[in-house]
């Protein structure tokens, strides 16, 4: 095990990459947010963005509801109180790199 | 100095990753799963998120504004031609003006919600509308209570008269809720100006004759210093 192993917290690699960290930030902020707002926030494409929801889905972070607005499909993000732990904890580990 | 933790390496200089400006927004310049791993560094991480966080807390203190300016004319409005109707045309029956200023509130909110910026509600931004619902709860009922008291009283004892300062109630409820919402999000600005209100209207309420049409006008003193006033304030800082 290295030195930097000892002295720094893991983080999450769930949550370590950048569109799945961005989808979370804002979920954090907002109650709920759907698919086209999250896409525009973003910059991402629908796929990657599908694919990324989908992992953070799968680990409990978020929940996804698929519904209409009107007549047009509407995928709905939120934030898991699992998600929101999750989150903190990766805060708390980025910190103490920089804190170092 | 690089750091390796679990699968991931992160430089330690701030400008190694590829966080894009605000999070990306519109940029189009995609990276793949793989590459944003390896190039996503501490420093990047914690900017992404404090970004992310400010942007979307800018949109709701920009949408917080107009509420508060509309609000603020309806209460001011409403309150001046109350004042006049019951000292010229009649008495304090119209009051009841209240419940039209209200419908004429909800359908500016549902116009201005249809035209609003696209973007989903804030926790902050639902907290704001729950304490201002529970305000319109609470003011509705408490109104709507005085009046039937009213009514049964005199149907019952004709002449009788229901004691209970209204206006002074509905004024620190109006108050207290604006105070409340100027610390929910962090503007000190707007808890000092109900404050003022506040004390404004008390004061008003304290020199004005018990039962007298001037009694309403506390409400266009709040109206302007609790709501109006903020909500400019805000509209000047979202438009920045």
């Known amino acids: ?100 | 100095m690089v750091y390796k933790i679990n699968y991931f390496i992160f430089a330690s200089n701030s400008d190694s990753g590829p966080v894009r400006n605000g999070s990306g927004k519109g940029s189009g310049n995609q990276l793949n799963d793989k590459e944003m791993e390896n190039n996503f560094s501490v420093e990047n991480s914690l900017r992404l998120i404090t970004e992310t966080i400010e942007r979307s807390r800018s949109t709701i203190v920009k949408n917080a504004g107009k509420p508060l300016i509309v609000w603020g004319f309806l209460v001011s409005l409403t309150s001046v031609i109350i004042y006049f109707l019951w000292k010229y045309a009649g008495g304090p029956v119209w009051n009841f003006l209240w419940f039209a200023m209200t419908a004429v509130g909800m359908l500016c909110m549902y116009f201005m919600e249809r035209n609003r910026e696209k973007a989903p509600q804030s926790e902050i931004g639902r907290i704001l509308g729950k304490i201002w619902m529970w305000f319109g709860i609470f003011a509705t009922g408490v109104f709507a209570l005085v009046w039937v008291a009213f009514f049964i009283k005199t149907a019952v004892t004709p002449g009788a008269t229901v004691r209970l300062d209204l206006t002074l109630v509905i004024s620190l409820m109006m108050g207290l809720c604006g105070a409340i919402s100027g610390s929910v999000i962090n503007r000190k600005v707007i808890s000092i100006c109900s404050v003022v209100a506040t004390a404004c209207s008390t004061l008003w309420l304290l020199i004005s004759a018990e039962g007298s049409p001037e009694r309403i006008l506390c409400f266009a003193l709040l109206g302007f210093l609790a709501l109006v006033i903020p909500g400019i304030i805000l509209q000047k800082e979202g438009g920045r």
Do not use: W
Not at chain 1, 3 to 29: C, N, Q, T, W, Y
Not at chain 1, 53 to 79: H, N, W
């Open chain 1, 1 to 100: 095990m290295g030195e930097g192993e000892k002295l720094f917290k893991p983080l999450d690699p769930l949550l370590h990459s950048e569109l799945r960290l961005a989808v979370m930030s804002i979920l954090l902020e907002a109650s709920e947010a759907d698919f086209v707002y999250l896409k525009s926030e973003t910059g991402a494409t629908s796929g990657n963005l599908s694919v990324q929801i989908d992992k953070l889905q799968q680990a409990g972070y978020i929940e996804v509801s698929k519904g209409f607005k009107g007549k047009m499909p509407q995928t709905v993000c939120r934030i898991t109180d699992q998600g929101r732990s999750a989150f903190a904890a990766y805060v708390e580990a980025l910190r103490s790199y920089i804190g170092k």
